[in-house]
């Protein structure tokens, strides 16, 4: 007896799940189900957190006819669940009315109420079964793990998004306000010395908003742009960028010899390394260390990159991705927050931790084409 779904593949694949995907592997799992004697009828029940409600699967064996609605609306009332077993565990339940034997396999308690695969069966269940649908509720349990982690990062990337367009269009009002008043005193100085200044000024307003138009491309996982990447590369380009002030500090970063390939918006993935990256040189102490490095595995790479500095307070981390929240003097609380929905945008995540001995680290997790890809 197998399993025909790959946890592997569930992974891999995980941002571009569906309601309908995880209705569908339910269906799967309950069709592998009733096809094992002696079952005859399985009920599935989980919380899909894009519909945020529970959702239930239903099948019965070839030969099995359905049962009358009166039966369903009892089995989905629940009055007959009266003990609430460990998850993962396959619990013997006595149905009002029915003479076959019913088995419950919890999947998880969430939102106060139980996810679980309800079995009705002709006669018990030997030990193999037993274990098969043990095994059914674990990869049940991961790929609704999966969906749900997927739920949240779509919830966050929306609240990332609306905020970016929020911010754009706030600061769009106030550069087109500025470059009015700029080309209004370059008429106004013609002929001036001051004139020049006034020009410099309409300059820096266009350059801003290039910058801004930017910003809210990130805002839109749509506008990726993807290109195979050299990681290595990317990263000493970002320290190339900041060398000025790691010279004045006189700090010394090391970076690994090894390197790998990666899929993604070269110009977005340079914001994610340059945030982080002037952020641990801002805080380092002077000729701190900064360490770089990555572990390449399959199917992602793990890159992590520390310093010296004072580290993070407990209110750092937890606000730290916030918008708006920065330690640095003068810093828009923006950077990591951008950062962070760039990363997501890419299938990856990103997250801050104490280091023990002083420091802080910010580790980020992106997938990694596969050779042949």
């Not at 920065?326 to 945008?345: C, F, H, M």
Request: aromatic content about 10%; charged content about 20%.
């Amino acid at each position: 007896m197998t399993l025909g779904f790959s946890v592997q593949k569930l992974d891999n694949d995980s941002n571009y799940l569906s309601s309908s995907d995880i209705q569908n592997f339910c269906q799967l799992e309950s069709e592998q189900l009733t096809s094992q004697y002696p079952i005859f009828f399985v009920r599935i029940v989980y919380h899909d957190c894009l519909l945020k409600n529970h959702q239930e699967v239903i099948h019965y064996a070839q030969d099995q006819a359905p049962f009358s609605p009166k039966t369903l609306a009892y089995l989905r009332s629940e009055t007959w669940l009266t003990d609430f077993p460990p998850a993962f565990t396959l619990n013997e339940f006595r149905l009002s009315g029915f003479s076959s034997i019913s088995y419950l396999c919890p999947i998880a308690y969430r939102n106060q109420k139980p996810e679980y695969i309800q079995i009705i069966t002709h006669e018990p269940l030997s030990k193999s079964l037993q274990l098969y649908v043990k095994r059914s509720a674990i990869l049940l349990s991961k790929y609704v793990d999966i969906y749900l982690n997927y739920g949240r990062q779509k919830t966050e990337i929306q609240l990332l998004e609306d905020i970016l367009h929020r911010v754009g269009h706030q600061l769009r009002n106030s550069l087109g306000l500025i470059g009015l008043y700029a080309h209004n005193l370059c008429l106004g100085l013609e002929d001036n010395p001051w004139q020049e200044q006034a020009t410099i000024i309409g300059e820096s307003i266009q350059d801003l908003d290039t910058n801004l138009n930017e910003l809210i491309d990130c805002g839109q996982s749509a506008k990726l742009r993807v290109t195979f990447q050299d990681l290595r590369s990317l990263v000493v380009e970002s320290i190339t960028n900041l060398q000025p002030l790691i010279n004045q500090k006189k700090v010394k970063i090391f970076i690994p010899d090894t390197s790998t390939t990666l899929k993604i918006d070269r110009l977005q993935m340079k914001q994610v390394f340059d945030n982080i990256l002037s952020n641990a040189v801002h805080f380092s102490p002077n000729s701190g260390t900064i360490t770089c490095s990555w572990q390449i595995f399959q199917d992602e790479v793990l890159i992590k990159i520390s310093d010296q500095g004072p580290g993070l307070s407990k209110e750092d981390l937890q606000k730290v991705f916030t918008p708006f929240y920065s330690q640095r003097r003068g810093g828009t609380g923006l950077g990591l927050t951008i950062a962070k929905k760039i990363v997501l945008d890419h299938q990856g995540s990103i997250w801050a931790q104490v280091l023990s001995e002083r420091g802080a680290q910010f580790s980020v997790i992106l997938p990694r084409p596969r050779s042949g890809n």
